[in-house]
């Protein structure tokens, strides 16, 4: 079946890196990609999506690429701040599945 | 605020307590969703309620029991649960099921402990 596999945490990294979150996802059909960050206390936001291969999502600075030959939707960001401290979840969708399949997420913390 | 609202955000419960988990949505939504978050495992879908039916549900024990009495409101009713059954509980809505290219709107949880 549909699954999305996303690199283990945790992630720790100091202001202003590079953030790279890598996801990966096998489906049957064409899967529209999305990534949702959960903030402390708080439920899942979808962060981007993207609908089909080669677009790409973007959404506060972050930015993921939909690759259907390496079946990949990696987040990055070029220079992450503190409140971007979050868990971020890999998600797809699947016309043969009427729901989202997420992946286990990804804790980021930044320090100062 | 996500439009999605839990009550109540905390919840502690003994192996032979009954209780319930509450979610309210004001979004105009057509499906409502109960998933299931524990450490470091994937999201898991418990059940998908559209226009006010149940529409899946994944093989989710009978100690778990879900109740939809509108389009706006969404309960998990809860008894003799495991220490295992610990986790955060997420409730979501889309505006239909079958269509979830669009996105999902969660609330913040219930993070229940099961003593």
């Known amino acids: 079946g549909d699954s999305v596999t996303q690199m283990e945490g945790p992630v720790t990294l100091s202001e202003e890196a590079f953030l790279t979150i890598n996801c990966t996802y096998t489906a049957t059909g064409y899967p529209s990609l999305f990534w949702y960050v959960q903030y402390p206390g708080e439920g899942l936001q979808l962060l981007l999506k993207a609908t089909k291969a080669d677009d790409k999502g973007s959404n506060k600075g972050f930015e993921a690429t939909y690759r259907k030959e390496t079946t990949s939707f990696h987040l990055e960001k070029g220079s992450v701040q503190v409140s971007d401290s979050a868990v971020y979840f890999c998600?797809?969708?699947?016309?043969?599945?009427?729901?989202?399949?997420f992946g286990a997420g990804t804790r980021l913390t930044v320090k100062p | 605020e996500t439009g999605v609202t839990q009550t109540p955000r905390h919840l502690v419960m003994g192996m032979t307590n009954k209780k319930s988990l509450k979610c309210e949505q004001h979004?105009?939504?057509?499906?409502m969703y109960w998933y299931k978050q524990s450490a470091k495992k994937p999201l898991e879908l418990m059940f998908v309620y559209s226009l006010e039916e149940r529409v899946e549900n994944n093989s989710v024990p009978s100690r778990f029991s879900p109740e939809c009495p509108n389009s706006s409101h969404l309960f998990l009713h809860l008894h003799t649960l495991q220490p295992e059954d610990s986790a955060l509980y997420l409730c979501a809505s889309s505006q239909d099921w079958g269509r979830v290219r669009e996105k999902l709107f969660f609330g913040s949880g219930t993070q229940l402990s099961v003593l």
């Open positions: 979004l105009g939504h057509n499906a």
């Open positions: 998600a797809l969708s699947d016309r043969g599945n009427n729901d989202m399949r």
